[in-house]
């Protein structure tokens, strides 16, 4: 499966930004989906994950009750809602996708990964 993010950009602590993240495989709805991001000189770390049929959804303590995370199948997307942005919140954005769920807050867990969106939030 191939992943494309987009969606990122500049905004000013406080606003709201939306990534997406679309699929080209038509097994879309086989993947579990994941956020991560990975801010200068720092690890990838993760954000949120949405199950086959987005009946679960996981966030770091960082970003929850200020993201969401959701799935369209039909359209083989997946969305990464962002409110409340903080300085801190700066960083690549990518999105990844596994059969699996086991290791789900792990970069190791995910094999295949997008090739990462700039989120800026000034202050």
């Known amino acids: 499966v191939q992943l494309q993010a987009s969606g990122g950009g500049l905004v000013q602590a406080g606003g709201s930004l939306r990534l997406s993240c679309a699929s080209s495989g038509r097994t879309f709805s086989s993947y579990v989906m994941g956020w991560f991001r990975q801010a200068p000189g720092k690890e990838r770390e993760f954000v949120a994950v949405?199950?086959?049929?987005?009946?679960?959804?996981y966030y770091a303590d960082s970003v929850k009750g200020r993201f969401t995370i959701s799935r369209d199948n039909a359209k083989n997307t997946v969305y990464l809602q962002m409110n409340s942005l903080k300085p801190e919140d700066t960083a690549v954005y990518y999105c990844?996708?596994?059969?699996?769920?086991?290791?789900?807050?792990?970069?190791?867990?995910?094999?295949?990964w997008g090739q990462g969106t700039q989120v800026t939030v000034s202050s």
């Open positions: 949405i199950t086959w049929s987005g009946a679960r959804t």
């Open positions: 990844a996708a596994d059969l699996n769920y086991r290791d789900y807050s792990k970069v190791g867990g995910y094999e295949h």
